[in-house]
């Protein structure tokens, strides 16, 4: 299983960005693929993701991210709007194939994880 990251980058602050996350191996029609986000000195925490074909927004992010996927080229996307510093991060997608509704957020609970992509959030 790989999942490729990309789309990351500078933008200035109230822009917008889409990242895509290509997936191998899975299918992103079943199971949980989701992004998460790090930035500097703190953990990682969950952004929005997919369990089947439910979607879950981090309420940090609701109103200005959504998360899109195209099944047939297997991939998942994160639209990102209105931009702002504390949306400086990597972002990683990942896979979890065993992810039960209460744990979609979690971390802990996802198998696979791609390299992650910078988005650095200009003031």
């Known amino acids: 299983v790989q999942l490729q990251a990309s789309g990351g980058g500078l933008v200035q602050a109230g822009g917008s960005m889409r990242l895509s996350c290509a997936v191998s191996?899975?299918?992103?029609?079943?199971?949980?693929t989701a992004w998460f986000r790090q930035a500097p000195g703190k953990g990682r925490e969950f952004v929005a993701g997919?369990?089947?074909?439910?979607?879950y927004t981090a309420d940090s992010v609701k109103g200005r991210f959504s998360i899109s996927r195209d099944n047939a080229k297997n991939m998942v996307y994160l639209q990102m709007n209105n931009l702002n510093s504390e949306d400086t991060a990597v972002y990683y997608c990942?896979?979890?194939?065993?992810?039960?509704?209460?744990?979609?957020?979690?971390?802990?609970?996802?198998?696979?994880w791609g390299q992650g992509t910078q988005v650095t959030v200009s003031s």
């Open positions: 191996g899975r299918t992103v029609r079943s199971g949980a």
């Open positions: 997919f369990k089947g074909g439910s979607a």
């Open positions: 990942a896979r979890g194939d065993r992810i039960i509704t209460s744990t979609v957020m979690l971390e802990g609970g996802y198998d696979y």
